[in-house]
C-alpha cells in the first residue's frame, strides 16, 4: 500500500502481533505503524521500496490458519480512504489467481533488496544487508516478466 495511518487498523495489527500472528507490510510511503517494538509489534515487519512504481498494489493476503485469503483494492489505510471515500476490496477466489499473486507478485516484493528500506522501532529506515551482488529488484522484474 502507499500508506498506513489510521489508528484503528494500527491498533488491529498491534493486537494480532500480540498475539502471535507474524506480519509483513509493504507500505511505499507513510507508515504511522511501529514494527519490532517489546511486547507491542514484535512480529511486524515493515518494509518501503521506492522505485519506477508511484502506485504499488494494494493486495491483502492472510494465511488464516491455512485458508489463504486475499484480498484486491484500491484503498490504502488511511482514515481518508476507509471514512470519507467510496472504496472497493474485492476477494480473489481462484486458487490459481491466489497462488499467482502470492508467489508471483508478494513473494518479489518481499524478495526485493535494489530498493527495499526496511523500518526501524525507532520510524527510522535502513537497507537491508546482502551478500548477493545482484540485488533483487523487483519492480525490475516486473516490468520484464508477465507477472
Known sequence: MNALEDAGM???LYEASQA?????LIVRGVCALRPGLPSISDTIRVRSILGR???????????????????????????RNLNRRVEILFPIENRRL??????RI???YLEDE????????DG?????QSTNRKLADCQAWLLKHDA
Open 10 to 12: 494500527i491498533r488491529l
Open 20 to 24: 502471535g500472528v507474524q506480519i509483513d
Open 53 to 79: 512504481f508511484l502506485e504499488h498494489s494494494r493486495i491483502y493476503y492472510f494465511h488464516n490458519g491455512g485458508d489463504e485469503l486475499i484480498y484486491v483494492g484500491s484503498a490504502d489505510l488511511m482514515p
Open 98 to 103: 491466489i497462488r499467482r499473486l502470492r508467489d
Open 106 to 108: 508478494l513473494a518479489r
Open 114 to 121: 535494489a530498493r527495499t528500506r526496511i523500518m526501524q522501532p
Open 124 to 128: 527510522s529506515y535502513i537497507r537491508p
